[in-house]
């Protein structure tokens, strides 16, 4: 009896001191709240917010919410970094490149202008020493950022007139944002950035000439392809990968196992939409073909795109000369491209070349 007693208060002592000494325990419910960039029910980029919250509340049995503000509800779609940083939200969900103008390095964590497809970019991000140097960039900020889910190849945007030379581009006015549109700069585009509303009727208007937005699927619903004629591929954003960040310290407040359930589900939602937006896209480009045969697609000509790449290693090489930590990542993204490109070149391009060959 004695010895049952003695034995049960010490069991429950040692139960009392692990609750006590435990940081957060298998109950232990969190909320993270998460603002978007994107306004409600905005396609592709919303669903994978929305998909990252219901993987993770199923796969953390309801100890994890994550609660989705939209951009009509924090009112400051580019404010997210801020944000987060301060802590006034645990997450976010925006494009590391919209953060230039602040913390210069971030540019390069979406896509760069002639860079890495959408595969080549994942496999530097998580096997070639991307999310070091991403995490790098983002530390001194006290917060952690993760791939977010990508576009695909980005389609070179929408004009009213051919585009046959680089004569063609001087004075151009351009709805084309970030280090893509200092690029045009450089080859005589006069960029600009104009909010998603206001686009079409800046383009029906002559307000601008030109507008380069994502792709079929997103573009589509902008309504470009009644008003302009031609359609360009893309060179500039190859493979726009947007972003999850996490402020620092809702992370740590986390324990392990949902952190990892976390970061498992972010890589999931990540994947997902670089497959949904192959999806929506051919959708979106058999509609476009059928409905508006107007639309004739384009490549830029030669002297264009030699310009670009001009312009473009210009600007990189400008960008390493002034900062170590850029000169480290360009470098870095550089090497792994035409490593991978090697491979690319003799597996995905040779195969895409020999069915074209059959199918002609
Ligand atoms: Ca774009």
Redesign the pocket.
């Known amino acids: 009896m004695k010895l049952r007693s003695l034995l049960t208060s010490a069991m429950a002592l040692t139960l009392s001191a692990v609750l006590a000494s435990a940081p957060a325990l298998a109950q232990d419910k969190f909320t993270f709240r998460l603002a978007e960039t994107w306004g409600p029910n905005f396609p592709i980029f919303g669903d994978t917010t929305k998909r990252l919250a219901e993987t993770v509340e199923k796969m953390s049995d309801g100890r994890l919410t994550i609660r989705i503000d939209s951009a009509n509800k924090h009112k400051a779609p580019l404010g997210v970094f801020d944000m987060v940083k301060a802590g006034q939200y645990d997450m976010g969900h925006s494009a590391s490149y919209y953060w230039k103008g602040k913390v210069p390095n971030t540019l390069f964590f979406t896509s760069m202008p002639f860079g890495m497809t959408a595969d080549e970019q994942y496999a530097w991000f998580y096997h070639g020493g991307g999310m070091e140097l991403m995490q790098e960039v983002y530390e001194p900020h006290n917060m952690l950022s993760f791939p977010g889910g990508n576009t695909g190849v ?1 389609m070179g945007g929408w004009f009213r007139k051919e585009i046959n030379s680089l004569e063609d581009l001087q004075g151009l006015k351009m709805r084309i944002p970030g280090f893509q549109g200092e690029v045009f700069a450089e080859v005589g585009v006069n960029p600009t950035n104009i909010p998603p509303g206001e686009l079409y009727t800046s383009l029906e208007r002559g307000t601008i000439d030109a507008v ?3 792709g079929p699927a997103l573009d589509l619903r902008l309504g470009f392809q009644q008003i302009a004629d031609y359609y360009y591929t893309g060179w500039h ?1 190859p493979a ?1 990968e947007l972003q999850f960040l996490i402020n620092k310290r809702s992370w740590e407040k986390l324990p392990a196992d949902l952190q990892e359930i976390l970061r498992i589900a972010m890589r999931s939602a990540a994947y997902d939409m670089l497959i949904h937006s192959v999806h929506e896209n051919s959708k979106a480009w058999a509609s476009i073909r059928e409905k508006h045969p107007n639309v004739q697609i384009k490549n830029f000509p030669e002297d264009v795109l030699t310009a670009m790449a001009e312009a473009n290693d210009k600007l990189l090489a400008e960008a390493a000369a002034g900062d170590p930590q850029a000169k480290k990542i360009i470098d870095s993204q550089a090497m792994y491209l035409k490593n991978a490109r090697n491979y690319t070149d003799i597996s995905l391009r040779a195969y895409l070349n020999t069915m074209a060959e059959i199918n002609e």
Do not use: A, F, S
């Open positions: 980005q380069e937005w994502v954003e726009t």
